[in-house]
């Protein structure tokens, strides 16, 4: 298992995926196209739709969580298209969690020179896939800085293996919470066929959703080669077999979202589960210390 960017630095450019290669983005590699969306510097926070109740009829064993620290530590996961991007955004401006992806940690380690940085560069420049343990040292790293420490973290689309989970584990992190974001396969290739991208801007339309605001821009959106029915099918599979083997770890704590609606309804959905865990969490505390 490894990780594969297309990292364009001032001087060079690193990894240049070809079609054949665009299934992998969820089979559990670390997927990064030329063009992706900016994430906020500031912590996200994420959401999803339908739902179980979550903690109504299962214990968290989680070593992470105490009733002394509530800080809350959040795994979100969704298909391609769920929204699961927007959601970790709605979800760290509200929860103050510190957002982590993996491709974000993999550009600032490279970025900065890092040891980890500096050993996955060398395997991108040879065209080769970044090895699974030094995006889950990039991730551990990650977690054991003061700010996740202390504001509660949000793992965004990581772990996408059951490997890397079982490595995190091993580490000691496991999450008080495992959100899933369920979309129908007929919604999901909906949006994914109808993606558009703005290469002047770096701005994502959809045709449907979201048209271009001039015919100027509209006339020179672009693609993605992978953006098509067939390949999202595949894309779609592969993620839900990933799916299934790491939620083997968090079945207790897995609450799924119905990812269908808008997305304020989806936030309200993830909202509602975040606020009850918050509560018990305090609940908790206050009868230790009384």
Request: with cysteine; proline share 5%; aromatic share 6%.
């Amino acid at each position: 298992m490894g990780c594969m960017m297309n990292l364009h630095t001032a001087g060079a450019s690193l990894w240049f995926p070809s079609p054949s290669e665009g299934h992998r983005k969820e089979a559990g590699f670390c997927y990064f196209p030329h063009h992706h969306r900016r994430r906020p510097r500031h912590h996200s926070s994420f959401s999803c739709g339908d739902f179980r109740p979550p903690l109504a009829s299962h214990t968290i064993h989680s070593h992470s969580l105490t009733v002394t620290n509530e800080a809350l530590n959040v795994m979100i996961s969704g298909a391609p298209a769920s929204g699961k991007g927007t959601q970790c955004h709605l979800i760290a401006n509200k929860y103050g969690l510190v957002h982590i992806a993996a491709g974000d940690l993999l550009r600032a380690e490279i970025a900065t020179g890092s040891e980890n940085g500096k050993r996955a560069k060398e395997y991108m420049e040879k065209g080769q896939l970044v090895p699974d343990e030094i995006v889950v040292m990039m991730v551990k790293d990650r977690l054991l800085k003061p700010d996740s420490k202390e504001n509660g973290w949000l793992l965004d689309g990581y772990p996408r293996s059951l490997s890397q989970a079982t490595a995190l584990k091993g580490f000691g992190f496991e999450p008080h919470t495992f959100l899933l974001l369920e979309v129908s396969e007929d919604v999901l290739v909906e949006r994914v066929v109808g993606r558009r991208l703005d290469p002047v801007t770096g701005k994502i339309y959809h045709l449907k959703y979201s048209p271009p605001e001039t015919e100027e821009i509209a006339a020179r959106l672009t693609q993605r080669f992978d953006d098509t029915e067939e390949k999202v099918k595949l894309r779609l599979n592969t993620h839900h077999q990933n799916v299934e083997s790491v939620l083997s770890l968090y079945k207790d704590i897995t609450v799924k979202i119905d990812g269908n609606v808008s997305k304020e309804e989806v936030f309200a959905q993830i909202d509602s589960v975040l606020t009850s865990l918050v509560e018990k969490r305090k609940a908790a505390s206050g009868s230790v210390v009384a």
